[in-house]
């Protein structure tokens, strides 16, 4: 075997793989671009037609880049909530909002694995600053939350805290990717409990969200393939 056919990624599948990644990539990064420019005029069909396909996109762009599956679950459950989310009732709430946490589920346990192959654990520094966080918000959006939400809004809240805290096993990118995460969220709670609002919030919930599903496919990506590369 050649040196040249040695090299993961040069020649056959892996090298094939590895094209088709850059126009998927791009389509995501088209997509993103439409959607956001569609929230700002106000283009409300553009965001139907071009919210649900980010997540796909973007898990087509990292299994081709050799992404761990449970990396590509994550961001499959993420398309679901997406569209479950673009209706307007609770039911469809509900079950977008549980379709994002078994989302948070898969990157909870891909993040535990890290830490398990000889990556630094989260600091617990960290860990008890987004546990302020969460209790601070909480108890200050409380009041204003529809009764029915205020349980499942908690555990969920829950969750994707403990989520974000845990990305850092991953790196900084997958750190400012749970972080955005979280602030993406809270966006969304506010809107639900009716407090004031910055102009077009849809944008900046949307402009988050697809930051923090990118920047934490990017991290892990960036921690994966280092970990696979030869004498790594």
Wanted: hydrophobic fraction near 55%; include cysteine; charge should be positive.
């Amino acid at each position: 075997m050649t040196a040249t056919a040695a090299r993961p990624g040069s020649t056959g599948a892996g090298g094939q793989a590895e094209r088709l990644a850059r126009p998927v990539l791009l389509a995501f990064l088209l997509v993103a671009a439409a959607d956001l420019a569609g929230l700002l005029a106000g283009a409300e069909a553009v965001h139907l037609v071009a919210k649900p396909l980010l997540m796909p996109l973007l898990a087509g762009y990292a299994a081709l880049r050799g992404a761990p599956r449970l990396l590509v679950a994550a961001l499959l459950f993420g398309w679901g909530g997406d569209v479950f989310l673009l209706a307007d009732n609770d039911l469809a709430f509900l079950v977008g909002m549980g379709s994002f946490a078994v989302g948070h589920v898969c990157y909870l346990t891909l993040f535990g694995r890290g830490e398990g192959r000889g990556r630094a654990p989260a600091p617990l520094v960290t860990g008890a600053g987004y546990a302020v966080v969460l209790v601070v918000f909480l108890v200050l959006i409380w009041p204003d939350l529809p009764a029915d939400l205020r349980i499942p809004l908690t555990g969920y809240s829950l969750l994707l805290t403990a989520m974000a805290w845990r990305a850092g096993v991953f790196g900084p990118y997958a750190a400012a990717g749970g972080a955005l995460f979280l602030l993406s969220d809270a966006l969304i709670a506010t809107g639900i409990a009716e407090w004031p609002q910055a102009p077009a919030p849809d944008f900046w919930v949307m402009l988050t969200y697809i930051a923090a599903q990118a920047l934490l496919t990017l991290g892990v990506l960036t921690k994966h393939r280092t970990k696979h590369k030869p004498g790594a």
